[in-house]
């Protein structure tokens, strides 16, 4: 994460980083990088990590919302995209519980030891988060 960390103090416009700190507690609890395309107003939520002793806690759905919140309202995006492993079927339940719909499989696009593992791609859309804002369906 620090070379990430270091590509997005440099170039803010394209990355930004993210920590997700307990507010009570003070603890860290995961990290999120956020790559931007302004000139197409999209962006893309990459290496999102919750750590594995706060997952189940709502920490997932809490970060995903205030990126989605920081890119339509602060960034003025129209879309926001990601890819998950298509075997993390919490991840995807989160994602879709906060908005996104699913797009398509990328078929065996990384290889983990001797397997060949597929994504799911997934995005959101303004209007489609703004639809959910004014039905109060956003936490």
Request: hydrophobic share 40%; with cysteine; aromatic share 10%.
């Amino acid at each position: 994460i620090s070379d990430n960390l270091k590509y997005s103090n440099k170039n803010p416009d394209f990355m930004k980083m993210f920590s997700a700190i307990d507010n009570k507690t003070k603890e860290l609890v995961g990290h999120v990088q956020f790559l931007i395309d302004k000139p197409n107003d999209i962006a893309g939520i990459a290496r999102m990590i919750i750590a594995p002793k706060q997952r189940g806690k709502g920490y997932g759905k809490f970060v995903i919302n205030e990126l989605l919140k920081f890119g339509f309202n602060e960034i003025k995006l129209n879309l926001i995209n990601l890819v998950v492993f298509d075997l993390n079927i919490s991840a995807i339940k989160c994602y879709e519980n906060c908005g996104f719909i699913k797009e398509g499989i990328l078929r065996d696009r990384r290889k983990i030891g001797n397997e060949y593992w597929s994504l799911v791609s997934m995005s959101v859309k303004k209007n489609e988060y703004l639809q959910r804002i004014e039905s109060k369906e956003v936490l």
